[in-house]
């Protein structure tokens, strides 16, 4: 191997001192979660399942028309999950309540994307093409999209879908919490917009948290106590309260820890300013040099086209 | 320790080329469906599951079989064994072909195979996959930096292009040249740097998990996922060169290769016991082991995983006499390969939950094909390189 103590050391030196301009630090994992985000509030306890904001939804994002758009009986058969065709969808449970006539008390789940604060989709994205933005809507910007799908993969709540049958163009597709609506004074997503009961409350994430707390503090026997979403994953810009647990209508138990945190704080105290790459090339250069000492001359020939 | 690689000049067209073709043949159909009908016409899979085999074996587990190259490289050439150069041509063939596979599988893989290029331009540096994409692009470049003189080797001074070409032969043969004496230079640096790029994204291939604690099965699920991976690969590197070279001078009739491969893996005995060690001592310490008798097929997976692809091998390592026996060092070999490829296809396929949606996930025929035609390209690359290019080492008769 043609290395010599000099040029080793002279190679180490360049590339020791591009890294020493800025010695390597690493700072504690911290939230980048925009400081004043829009929310929506869920409350399961108003939704009857009529389906409106499925339709609004679709109307408002050049979606095709729900799937039996006025049903609000036999479509609730299947559990239905968003797909690349629609980005929210209602659901219904039956989770064992019954009303004064023994009758099932169903109750009605709508699905679209949480919308985290520090969200796994934006953080594995390869290209950047997810990002959180200041209304607190998490954005899709498919001109970056390579379509890897690791968005998928890192969603805790199953939540981006792929247009699967597209050979060459395929999107990812999930809620765009109607960005360009709400960043308009007064403008409001589509399915908040619509609904009839005020199931769905749009507005500063913290006042909708007041709200919330509120209804809990107001009536407390016909609430489980506790914002689903406030802090789940770290809390996400779309919450929740319903009568029931939580994970009976599909709302999966998630740590409260924001899903990037270990991965981000191992990729950042591994290689920012690369210290680790290039101390490793710094010993196994000097291993180099050190145990092929003398051997120059030798293997002069024998190592060409060796790896 | 005089040794001597060289083309094999046996005749290419075998049976065994003749049925990799068949498979190549069927992969290619499968791949043009997949180019005209989408992703969801050949493969099952779902917004559920959006990853399968094709990440799951052809990009992790190819990645990490390849590991043979810069394991070898790290020993020969770094650490001055130079005992061991004989196996770090085939080694590097593979991880050359290993990758570029790896790139093949992708392209197949992700949506927007036209746009593979965009991460070079949109940086997300808290993407895992992000460093994974640059260290393989530029390992890759690497690999083919270091492959290139073999190939000068093989025709400097001999350029022959064919028909209007040859017009073209002293200009070759001058590139040739020029490259050979510069790279015989500057190789260690391409040397050390690939052995660098390769512990980076070995490991952050592991870390790609990470991102979703609660869609991977607990027993796979750790923090140190990142450092079994590395170590799994380093582990892997020896055997898998056991393994291919075992079967490579097998069937060329060449000399075995014993008196290399067997204190080749007396190595492995440590570098797979240290993986060993971490994943059981992962297991016990977070607790794991507690999921070890549920009797779920992620559970069972996991105990094949570990007793038949790490503990067995190893203690069949720990035994001179079947070192020695190149059955037993090739079954040995063999059992730690088939560990790390389960492991990949664990931790990607097998211990990957939805969480919401019904889990079920078993490769179509069509995914199976693109993914055994692109194996079947590999080896058949493989096999025209050993023959025309100096790689394996050439029997005692012929030279």
Redesign the interface.
């Known amino acids: 191997?043609?290395?010599t103590r000099r040029n080793f050391f002279r190679?180490m030196g360049a590339a020791g001192a591009s890294v020493a301009v800025r010695p390597p630090s690493v700072h504690a994992w911290q939230s980048q979660a925009p400081p004043d985000p829009f929310g929506c509030l869920v409350d399961l306890t108003r939704c009857v399942g009529c389906r409106k904001c499925e339709e609004a939804c679709a109307k408002v994002n050049d979606l095709p028309e729900p799937e039996r758009v006025n049903c609000q009986c036999t479509i609730f058969e299947k559990d239905r999950?968003p797909?690349?065709t629609s980005y929210t969808v209602i659901n219904r449970y039956y989770t064992g309540t019954v009303d004064v006539f023994d009758k099932p008390v169903p109750t009605y789940a709508k699905v679209q994307c949480m919308h985290c604060q520090d969200p796994?989709c934006?953080?594995?994205?390869?290209?950047?093409?997810l990002t959180k933005d200041d209304t607190g809507a998490v954005h899709y910007d498919v001109s970056?999209?390579?379509?890897?799908?690791?968005c998928?993969?890192?969603?805790?709540?199953?939540i981006?879908?792929?247009?699967?049958?597209?050979?060459?163009?395929?999107r990812v597709m999930k809620c765009t919490f109607c960005q360009e609506r709400i960043s308009k004074k007064g403008g409001l997503p589509g399915c908040a917009g619509i609904c009839p009961t005020e199931a769905l409350t749009f507005g500063r994430r913290q006042t909708l948290l007041g709200v919330a707390r509120k209804r809990l503090k107001e009536n407390p026997g016909s609430y489980i106590q506790h914002i689903y979403g406030e802090k789940e994953v770290g809390g996400t810009s779309w919450m929740y309260l319903s009568s029931v647990p939580f994970e009976e209508v599909?709302l999966?138990l998630?740590?409260d820890?924001p899903?990037?945190k270990?991965?981000?704080t191992?990729?950042h105290s591994l290689?920012s300013y690369l210290w680790s790459?290039v101390l490793?090339?710094g010993v196994?250069?000097a291993?180099?040099a050190r145990?092929?000492r003398g051997?120059d001359q030798k293997?002069?020939n024998?190592?060409?086209?060796?790896? | 320790m005089e040794h001597k690689a060289g083309p094999m000049n046996r005749p290419l067209w075998t049976p065994g080329v003749l049925v990799m073709l068949v498979f190549m043949f069927a992969g290619a159909l499968a791949i043009i469906a997949r180019f005209t009908g989408g992703i969801g016409y050949v493969t099952n899979l779902t917004n559920a599951r959006p990853w399968g085999i094709w990440v799951g074996i052809d990009v992790a587990t190819g990645v990490a079989l390849a590991a043979g190259g810069f394991t070898t490289a790290a020993l020969a050439h770094i650490f001055g064994r130079h005992y061991y150069e004989p196996v770090t041509r085939p080694a590097l063939l593979t991880a050359v072909l290993g990758y570029t596979f790896v790139v093949l599988g992708l392209l197949v893989d992700i949506g927007r195979s036209w746009a593979i290029w965009k991460p070079m331009f949109h940086w997300n540096l808290n993407s895992v996959l992000f460093e994974v994409a640059m260290c393989v692009m530029i390992y890759l470049t690497v690999l083919y930096i270091e492959f290139v003189p073999i190939v000068a080797e093989q025709f400097k001074g001999r350029v022959n292009l064919p028909g209007l070409l040859s017009k073209l032969n002293n200009l070759v043969d001058k590139v040739l040249q020029v490259a050979d004496r510069i790279l015989g230079k500057v190789m260690w640096i391409f040397i050390i740097l690939g052995v660098v790029l390769s512990c980076m994204h070995q490991s952050s291939l592991g870390s790609l998990m990470l991102v979703a604690p609660t869609k991977l099965h607990p027993l796979w699920y750790t923090p140190l996922l990142p450092l079994l991976f590395l170590t799994s690969a380093i582990a892997v590197g020896y055997p898998m060169v056991v393994f291919e070279t075992t079967l490579a001078t097998a069937s060329f009739r060449l000399n075995s290769e014993m008196h290399i491969l067997a204190p080749l893996t007396r190595i492995t005995i440590y570098l797979l016991g240290i993986y060993m060690l971490l994943k059981l001592g992962d297991m016990l310490v977070r607790g794991t082991w507690v999921y070890l008798l549920d009797g779920t097929y992620q559970t069972n997976a996991f105990i094949v995983e570990v007793l038949f692809g790490v503990m067995l091998p190893w203690a069949m390592l720990l035994c001179k006499t079947i070192r020695h026996s190149s059955k037993g060092l090739f079954t040995a070999a063999a059992l730690v390969v088939g560990g790390v490829v389960m492991n990949r296809i664990n931790v990607f396929i097998v211990g990957y939950r939805s969480p919401l949606s019904e889990n079920g996930y078993f490769p179509a025929p069509s995914e199976i094909l693109v993914t055994l035609g692109l194996i079947a390209a590999l080896m058949f690359i493989y096999r025209v390189v050993v023959t025309y290019l100096p790689v394996l080492q050439e029997s005692k008769e012929v030279s």
């Open positions: 191997m043609h290395i190679f999950r797909d690349d796994a934006v953080s594995a994205c390869i290209v950047g093409a970056k999209c390579i379509g890897c799908r690791y998928m993969v890192a969603c805790p709540f199953e981006p879908a792929y247009e699967y049958y597209d050979p060459i163009t395929p599909n999966p998630l740590p820890t899903s990037p270990l991965s981000e191992i990729q290689f790459p490793l090339f196994l250069g291993c180099m145990f092929n051997n293997q002069n024998a190592d060409k086209g060796g790896a």
